[in-house]
């Protein structure tokens, strides 16, 4: 045993005192989407079974996994602030942690249609996780199916609320396809986005043969229709993508047969404004959108085709940039083509796009935020352990907060803090002390960061982007000299400070 004269203990005794010491305000792991699950046919031995692919680490990890649920192209979940799974579900039936049944989570969304794929339905964003507002371990499932299959269009939207205290914390259903809305709807395309005051959430969908949005609000007090806005262009029942961009502002709504629509979007009204009409160069049913962290961009894939689209141009449709054609590509071979399919923006700041087929691959978009051809995507760049059916998840940004100073900033989140530790968030850092790899975890900002790790000296040593909206990044100092080094973040006037020590 080292005596506690040892000047190394020491000098560790006091550099730990120093992390310790720091305040702390803010500082916590967040997960909630960092987990995407996919692949299908578990009882087969690979290439088939489960994928998934973990973001808590800052950067893609990618694993197979031996479970029951399957997912095709419906695919939802949540993890806890830690990234810890707490449910999933391919829309027939939810799962707990273990990948097991729920407790009374069979026999969701009721239909012909959904009998037909107890494995999973082949419905994009047709199930969407929420948190109530309020009430720690309390969710909802808002989901939907084909209920009319010669018609093509879904006659409910359901709802179904889960309570974790059950089974053991594993979690339990205590109520199970409530309908919310009995009409015709266009199949699928449920999303939200979170309110103006930063607690509640807008969910929305889409009346079907009509221009007509419905608009649910979901409240401490449950989940309710707020009312229906007409805009836009009349839509058949249609496949394809909705998405908001990750700070609320925006809404994009894209099937090919009808092309793409861009609104703009007020989260204290719940309200769409300035409906954008565009002819996309292709006409290719079932494509996907997904924006760039900034919001700036939004990328359309199209089958064969991948587009950018500047939402600051004067003329958003002249703004287009073609960045990408098929290049012919099969995995594992002929004729499985790894085509352009549904789109989702990633918790490490990249765009994702799945192939239109179970696929070994996806393709992925790796720096979104820059213009035309520099937003640089590489098709079929991600490799998969599984076959993957299209099921990228349909995750709303959690980590979105109040619109400060609008009307509908009214609860006081975000508020209360003293202006030093505005300019001063800190980040918590894990493991620590370390032999060279660490992941910092801080709170999800909205616009770029930056991070400088410098050493005693003041020497910087690495320094690196921090997408927007992330909340763990990990940092790799394999060649670093033991010692204290002092890890720095900024975002726009905000910065947070963690010393980190390197010993081997």
Sequence with gaps: MKSRTNPTWAVRAALLFLICWSPCHLARAQGLNNLWMGGTNSEEP??????????????????????????????????????????????SYLANATGDTMLNGSGLNPSAYTALFPEGLYLGQSALVLPKPQEVGAYYLIHGTVDDIVGQVANFLYLTAIDMGLDG??????????????????????????????????????????????RLLVTPDGVSIDGTQSIGINRPADAGQVCFSPDGSRFAYYWGDDELEVFDFDRCSGLFSNAVFIVVPDAYAGPGVAFSPNSRFLYVSSVEDVYQYDMQAADIEASMVHIATWDG???????????????????????????????????????????GLLCNMVQHDLELPTYYSNSLPNHPNYHLGPVDGSLCDSLGINTGLQEEEKQHLVLNSFPNPTSGPFMLSYPAQSVVGELEVRDLSGRIVRSERIPQWSTVHRVA????????????????????????????
Excluded at 482 to 502: H, N, P, T
């Design 329 to 371: 590509f099969y995995s594992p071979g002929p004729p499985f083509a790894t085509l352009f399919d549904i789109a989702q923006l990633a918790p490490d700041g990249k765009v994702y796009i799945a192939t239109g087929n179970s696929t070994l691959h996806l393709h992925v978009i790796h720096d979104p935020d820059q213009p």
């Design 46 to 91: 690979m290439p088939f079974g489960g994928t998934d692919l973990n973001f808590i680490s800052g950067n893609v990890m990618v694993s197979y996994t031996n479970r029951d649920i399957d997912f095709r192209r419906t695919s939802a979940n949540i993890t806890d602030q830690s990234g810890n799974l707490l449910m999933s579900t391919n829309g």
């Design 169 to 214: 914390g594993l979690g339990g259903v205590v109520l199970k396809n409530q309908i919310l809305i009995a009409d015709d709807l266009n199949v699928a395309k449920i999303t939200a986005v979170r309110h103006a005051n930063g607690r509640d959430w807008w969910v929305f969908c889409h009346k079907a043969n009509t221009n007509t949005f419905y």
């Design 477 to 504: 100092l394999d060649h670093a000299a033991e010692g204290l080094y002092m890890c720095r973040m900024r975002w726009q006037g905000l910065e947070a400070v963690v010393r980190i020590i390197i010993e081997r």
